[in-house]
């Protein structure tokens, strides 16, 4: 599975690699592509997932602010009710197309 924003790549990897998430495709971190991802200062707290770290997405030249978020500390029974660990993984907004 490939993100892209445009004809740039920001992350890649096997779908078996991936975990879906209310509609949302999780890349592993390794999968990210180096230098796309800039920390974002966006606060948000999922209820169940716990504090999230928003990411702006780097795309010739151009920062685009909040295109991407992870977890990476969980709360208590999140990996329990995903059915694995998903801790730093890395999902897109509708802007990143997903695809094969």
């Known amino acids: 599975m490939k993100a892209r924003l445009g004809d740039t790549l920001i992350a890649?990897?096997?779908?078996?690699e991936l975990v879906r998430i209310e509609g949302n495709w999780y890349f592993p971190p390794a999968s990210i592509t180096p230098g796309?991802?800039?920390?974002?200062?966006?606060?948000?707290t999922c209820a169940w997932k716990g504090a999230a770290q928003y990411f702006n997405v780097v795309v010739d030249g151009r920062e685009i602010a909040d295109l991407a978020?992870?977890?990476p500390d969980l709360k208590d029974g999140a990996?329990?009710?995903v059915g694995t660990?998903?801790?730093?993984?890395v999902a897109f907004a509708k802007d990143v197309e997903i695809s094969d």
């Open 36 to 44: 796309v991802l800039v920390e974002s200062p966006t606060p948000y």
């Open 79 to 81: 990996v329990e009710k």
């Open 12 to 16: 890649e990897a096997g779908e078996d």
């Open 69 to 71: 978020w992870s977890y």
């Open 85 to 89: 660990d998903f801790a730093g993984y």
